[in-house]
């Protein structure tokens, strides 16, 4: 499975961006795709899931604000970011996950957002 992060850019505060995920090779084996970010210094954290049946899953600091979504192919994923803060700046990575433990990950692409 290969994941491409796009979407990212620099925008204000209280802006908004979308991110796009493009999946290819054997996608129906992952059954949970989602959002990760880390920023400078800190530990990679969860942002956002959603499983293959639709169910989501959001950070506390995405709540409200981010919209994470997958196209009926299931070969895109999408997080659309609404009310950015400057926390908010990190690199952000797409994941999938399969049943059997198998965890791929995507080149990041970077969200800056300033103040």
């Known amino acids: 499975v290969q994941l491409q992060a796009s979407g990212g850019g620099l925008v204000q505060a209280g802006g908004s961006l979308r991110l796009s995920c493009a999946a290819s090779?054997?996608?129906?084996?992952?059954?949970?795709m989602g959002w990760y970010r880390q920023a400078p210094g800190k530990q990679r954290e969860l942002v956002a899931t959603?499983?293959?049946?639709?169910?989501?899953n959001y950070a506390d600091s995405a709540k409200g604000r981010f919209t994470i979504s997958r196209g009926n192919a299931k070969n895109t994923l999408s997080l659309q970011m609404n009310s950015l803060k400057s926390e908010d700046t990190a690199v952000y990575y797409c994941?999938?996950?399969?049943?059997?433990?198998?965890?791929?990950w995507g080149k990041g692409t970077q969200v800056t957002v300033s103040s």
């Open positions: 994941n999938g996950k399969t049943s059997w433990g198998a965890d791929y």
């Open positions: 090779g054997n996608i129906f084996s992952v059954n949970v």
């Open positions: 959603i499983t293959s049946a639709g169910s989501t």
